[in-house]
Structure formats: structure tokens, C-alpha cells
């Protein structure tokens, strides 16, 4: 091949790399922007947040056009292919990420000011954390091509889980005590779920990490430690 083809291909390449990059900075920031309308009340940031989840959409359709267009001129093998591959499923999981943090800012305008369950929504506040860690931790495994710090996220997600489920059940338990608290309770679970749902998100990533880097798909279960389902059923035998 031609040194001027590939040096093409290698821009391709990294522009690919570069947009997953960006998407992925827009995503955390999203994320920990909606946490934080959410402990704020702030409806004017909940908006902004709305709006520039299209600056994620525009990215993911730019990075699934250019792999396309890629595949189609270059007809990759091996390592390139999967390159252009990954850099579809990963803007798939951060375009959701997106979402997920676009549904918690519109529970701010659904949630009245609730200042008595402060400590509630630090619970949310900490699941935030954690998954943002995580997910901040994938996106520099996959720039820096590191599958141990890969691996270490895929391994890690029952610790959100298990967060997840602790404050399943201190969320009931309020909504048991004292019905007025069951509508609040009810947005703090959804808005806890999103969060919990990056975490997963951010464990798909780390698989196709893995998978791009090996070319070996993680085959192992997932370790998962939400017990919410279960939770729910013993409340509601109780």
C-alpha cells in the first residue's frame, strides 16, 4: 500500500479516536452536571443539559458515517477492522450514556425541592462518583490501548451495583415510613438507575476494550450485584 494511503488510513484513524474521545468528555460532563442540578434543583442547568445532549447525537452519527465510509474504502482486516468497530460500539454506549444523563435532568422538573432528603440525594451524589470513575477510567483504557485497566472496570461493576442496591432499600424504606415521601423517593429511584446504568455502560466498554486490544471477547459472567428486584419482593411480602 502506497506510504500516502496509509498515512490517510492512520488519520482516518485517529480522527475516529479523537470524536470517541470528545464524546466521551461531553458525556462525563453531562453526567456530572445532572447529579449536580439534581442536588441543586436547578432547572436552568437541567435545560441546558437537555439541549446538548444533540452534541452527542451529531457525534455518534459523525463516527458511524466515517466507519462506514472506512470499511467501505479500506475493507480493514484484523486489528483495523476491529479499530473501526470498536469505535462504533463505543460511541453506541456513550450516545446512551447521554441519555441516561439527559432523563435525569428532566426528573428536576418533576421533583419538588425536597430539602428534608438531602442526605438521599447523596446517595445518588455517590453512585454518580463512582460510576463517573469508572467511566473516565474506560475511555483512558481505550486511548491508551491498556487492557489490565480494562479488565480492572469489567471487574468492578458490582461495586455499583451493590451501591445501587443499598439505596434501593433505604429509598423504600422512606417511601414505607411516610407516603408523602413516595413521589420523591419514586424520581430519586429512577434517577439512581440511570446512574447505575452508565456503570453497565462503562462495562461494555471495557469488553470491547478487551476485545479490541486481545481480539478475544470476554466470555466470563459479568459480575452483577443488584439485588433490587429481590429487594422489592421481600417489602412487598413484608
Given amino acids: 500500500m502506497p506510504e500516502h494511503i496509509v498515512r490517510s488510513y492512520d488519520d482516518e484513524l485517529s480522527d475516529l479516536s479523537q470524536k470517541i474521545a470528545e464524546m466521551g468528555g461531553l458525556a462525563e460532563q453531562q453526567v456530572a452536571d445532572s447529579v449536580v442540578a439534581l442536588a441543586r434543583h436547578d432547572g436552568e442547568l ?4 437537555i439541549t446538548a445532549d444533540q452534541r452527542i447525537d451529531r457525534l455518534q452519527h459523525q463516527v458511524e458515517e466515517a466507519a462506514i465510509l ?3 474504502k479500506r475493507q ?14 463505543i460511541a453506541n454506549d456513550l450516545e446512551r450514556v447521554g441519555d441516561l444523563a439527559k432523563n435525569t435532568a ?4 418533576a421533583v419538588e425541592s425536597h430539602f428534608a432528603a438531602q442526605r438521599l440525594v447523596a446517595g445518588v451524589e455517590h ?3 463512582l460510576s463517573l470513575a469508572q467511566l473516565k477510567r474506560v475511555l483512558d ?14 471487574e468492578r461493576d458490582d461495586e455499583i451495583d451493590a451501591m445501587y442496591t443499598s439505596l434501593f432499600r433505604e429509598l423504600l424504606t422512606y417511601m414505607m415510613e411516610d407516603p408523602r415521601n413516595i413521589t420523591f423517593c419514586t424520581h430519586l429511584l ?20 478487551h476485545f479490541l486490544i486481545s481480539g478475544v471477547p470476554l466470555t466470563e459472567e459479568r459480575p452483577k450485584k443488584d439485588d433490587s428486584s429481590t429487594t422489592s419482593v421481600e417489602y412487598a411480602r413484608s
Fill in 127 to 129: 453512585i454518580a462518583e
Fill in 141 to 154: 483504557a481505550y486511548a491508551d490501548r491498556d487492557l489490565a485497566a480494562a479488565r480492572d472496570v469489567w
Fill in 70 to 72: 472506512m470499511i467501505a
Fill in 190 to 209: 429512577f434517577c439512581a438507575k440511570n446512574i447505575e446504568r452508565i456503570g453497565d455502560h462503562a462495562t461494555n466498554i471495557a469488553e470491547t476494550v
Fill in 46 to 49: 437541567a435545560q441546558r443539559i
Fill in 106 to 109: 428532566k426528573r428536576v422538573f
Fill in 76 to 89: 480493514p482486516m484484523a486489528l483495523d477492522l476491529r479499530e473501526i468497530m470498536a469505535a462504533i460500539h
